[in-house]
């Protein structure tokens, strides 16, 4: 099946998979699913074949053995997903919508390396997806909207999505430029000094990368680095300090009073400065986590990867690291992670660094968004 319509306004719909009149003519959004998404795209502004362009996840009508409809498998939505990519990459739209889970694990899916969860947690966002270069809208699949139909809430938040959509129409899609340049590696000898000049600062936002989960096992577990960000295009990353002025120097920081503190998920921070360093940061001045769950209550969306995703459009600037954050042992959710593996090489070193300094340069940028929409 070839993509279908006149693409007027550069909107890239994503649908499941044909059905059978969409088999019939060979053309995508035919039968009753597609009327609905016809009808309330106009309700918004949108015409489905003039000003969008339509292709599905899998390009076969999906069936069970009785000859109905079934959703496509994750394999088979695997084995088209080049397909797609082939077709964003050829035709380069403002705008791609994703109708539905099965269009959310085809283009989001092979990217994704964490748990992808449900439609629930990704419909809504207007993503501004770097490797696309396009703005990606997940919504509800119009099959389900039809099902819902005793659920007029469900109608409603469709509409609001399609709206975002018809909105972003007219919005320019941002600029990028590859952050890594912005976080500054500090030495040893560096180290005092850098912390001493950030005692202007008016706020920094803080992320320590750990041995651990928990810092009680004090044998066991070590904070390894600490990266500050001071601005949104400035961030430190500091070795764990080990002399007394080191410490003394991060303690007077930390503590500082006119320094307000920022980090996403505060009381790990808080928890291994208090623990390994004897530091009470203070003051507190923003949880990006709690405030990303204050600004939309949804389960699974607070972590800052996801928030990162959505917001910045990065899908996995952590893949290379992230796999060396996790305890070795199963069963023990506080077994020393291998974090250690990474230090002892010093390119892996400075990747690990790298990751841990876009954290709080991404938490910085994160949490002074999230001031504007919530302190408004
Ligand atoms: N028609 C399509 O082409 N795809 C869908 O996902 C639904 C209806």
Redesign the pocket.
């Known amino acids: 099946m070839k993509p279908y319509g006149n693409f007027k306004k550069g909107i890239l719909n994503i ?5 059978e009149q ?1 088999d019939a003519t060979g053309k ?4 009753r ?2 009327r609905a998404l016809q009808q309330a795209y106009s309700e918004v502004g949108i015409d489905l074949f003039e000003d969008c362009l339509n292709i ?1 996840a899998v390009s076969c009508r999906t069936m069970d053995n009785e000859g109905n409809n079934r959703t496509p498998t994750n394999q088979e939505i695997a084995h088209c997903r080049n397909r797609v990519f082939n077709y964003i990459n050829k035709y380069k739209p403002k705008i791609i919508v994703l ?1 539905g889970s099965s269009a959310v694990q085809s283009v989001i899916g092979g990217r994704w390396k964490k748990n992808l969860g449900t439609i629930t947690k990704w419909r809504g966002w207007a993503i501004p997806d770097r490797e696309f270069k396009a703005w990606i809208c997940p919504t509800l ?3 389900y909207v039809i099902r819902q139909s005793d659920a007029p809430e469900v109608y409603t938040v469709w509409m609001q999505d399609l709206q975002r959509i018809s909105d972003l129409v007219s919005t320019q899609f941002p600029t990028f430029e590859d952050e890594s340049k912005y976080v500054k590696i500090i030495s040893r000898i560096e180290m005092v000094n850098v912390l001493n000049k950030l005692m202007t600062s008016d706020k920094i936002f803080i992320d320590v990368e750990t041995t651990g989960l928990k810092p009680y096992n004090k044998d066991q577990h070590k904070i390894v680095c600490i990266s500050i960000c001071n601005a949104k295009n400035n961030v430190y990353v500091l070795p764990a300090p080990e002399t007394d002025e080191e410490l003394d120097a991060l303690k007077q920081l930390l503590e500082n009073p006119n320094v307000g503190k920022m980090a996403h998920n505060m009381k790990y921070e808080d928890t291994w400065l208090k623990v390994m360093y004897n530091i009470n940061v203070n003051p507190w001045i923003w949880d990006s986590m709690i405030a990303s769950h204050v600004l939309d209550n949804r389960t699974e969306i607070s972590s800052l990867k996801f928030q990162v995703y959505i917001n910045f459009g990065i899908a996995d600037y952590d893949s290379a690291i992230e796999k060396y954050l996790h305890g070795i042992d199963d069963k023990n959710a506080n077994s020393p992670n291998k974090i250690m593996e990474l230090v002892a090489n010093p390119i892996k070193r400075k990747e690990l660094f790298t990751y841990c300094g876009l954290d709080s340069l991404f938490g910085y940028r994160l949490a002074l968004k999230q001031k504007e929409l919530i302190e408004c």
């Open positions: 649908g499941e998979a044909p059905g969409e995508p959004f035919q039968g699913a597609g599905n109708l699949h119009p099959s």
